[in-house]
């Protein structure tokens, strides 16, 4: 019985357990009792966190990650850390920028703090060149690394993705059926995870008998360089009928941009984001986005890193389908 | 010269000078030659990072902050590490929660982790009952304290904060001068923030002569959950012609209700959201929302550390001034 157990009998979703577990302010009184009697009649100790700590022994897991103002990796940061909490365990994060150096320094200091177990948040930390993450092998040497939705091969390594490719192939090629037969891929940036997403897409248009060329962009920036990138690629003359992208900041610029030159949405032109961040319902029209099952990766990391310290087997990858969620920015049914 | 001078000379953000250190690619070739430049130009050194890592002592701040899934929050923790970085300190953050146990555990973490300073991320630190407090000031023997947006007296305590009371004071009564004389004000929890701005909005409708009641609401849960609590206001015979909230993501539920019942914005409701956080450009029509200076506050914090370390004289409070950003969903001029 875990904390995703009690959500599903609750019928309430596993933030607001969380927030009843950690007296949150922000739940009301109705939804507490209710979680708490679920929890009461299934005989669930939310309490375990006291365990490890002020018995001496401190247990606390070493967590890195690019970027905390980044959504995708704050959330991943938030669900590991309620996770490791519940399981007993205390977290501490370095956030280590996109430079490889600075992420060698943080593992070095994360290590050099005696923590029982390294995760690493996102796929920024899987270099191209081999020999850049010998510091993740070595680290391998000394204690369990988690993976959260990157792979990496190696001894003591253990992967959790979502299957990315898979997810905007679909996408790609339920649009094309669909009649957009005129699709581009905006990216921000060729990490392992945006590697997989435009792979994907360029193999939905390929078996359509599309040309690739001019068809995947990168777009850095902020919401208006991305607008901006958008105008000046329609001012140029191309056309497009279909945005797919490769997070749901990138997307919300692209619905900046359609709506902004008059395209209607979805009929003259589809959009589709991913990670499926809260940002896809605050946007107009609400934004349909790939559900990469960012909070499944962290539940199941963090679950394996329990059995992998209780000496249990456990599988070096483990990889998640995507969901895509349908929403006003495309036309599926 | 620091990254703030920098970011003036080149007329670029500030978030871009730090993309530009760090290597990121969210970040064009032209802009990074431009940074880079104005870089050399001052003789701005940025690899001072490099100074206190892999040399034997690890100069490591210790910083708490309740939930990093909170954009505010997660946006304060991405600016202090930064600057510490650029500083040559590493930095390593617990998530507490909102329980007082489960922040005093990780008060004790951080400081067995020998760190050389606490720094405590938003007002849910300072807890209503002065007994409550004691770990924070008891920390305060031991390190500088540094408190983001909140205030507490004590020793080795130092507070950067924004004048929050006054920023909803002030737009509170623009907006009744404006005509917009049935206002209500959202919040999430009366932290020491929360109530500054609930007490500016009091204050501003007692000095117009309007009845508090029923004015002031607490709003919990998701997007979902606000617009619901406004349907159910509505519903029961209550209007209202602005709705003045303590984060953007209440406002931006706001938005949705008012679209929803067909209300129009800023004619018929004004909407003031809180945090100026960039989902509010994200939604439509874009919201008006005060800035309270979280970045200039991080900036400040970190300064005033490491003038803590040089043993220079340094305040105990600095209090900074909010700025009202005007976007669609209000008239002013």
Known sequence: MNIYDISK?????IATVSRVLNDSPRVSEKTRDKVLSVMEQNSYTPNVYARGLGLGSMNTIGILC??????????????LERDLRQHGYSSILCCTGYELESKQNCMKLLLSKRTDAIILVG???????????????EAGMEVPVMLINGYLEGSNLYCSLCDEHQAVYDVTSRLLNQGFDNPIHLYRALSYSGLQKKEGFLQAIS?????PQDRVHECSGDMDDVIDFLDSLYDSGKRFNAIITSNDELAIGAIKFARAKGLRIPE????VGHNNSKLARYCEP??????NKLEMICIHTVTTLM???????????TMFSAELIKRQTTSFN
């Open 9 to 13: 009998k609750a019928g309430v979703s």
């Open 207 to 211: 078996e359509k008998g599309l040309n």
């Open 307 to 317: 059995r992998i310290f209780d000496n249990k087997n456990v599988a070096n990858k």
């Open 286 to 291: 609400e934004l349909t986005s790939i559900d």
């Open 123 to 137: 796929s920024t930390f899987i270099e191209k060149r081999a020999e850049h993450n010998n510091y993740i092998l």
């Open 66 to 79: 690019a970027d905390s103002s980044d959504i995708y990796l704050a959330n991943a940061v938030y669900y």
């Open 268 to 271: 003259g032109i589809s959009i």
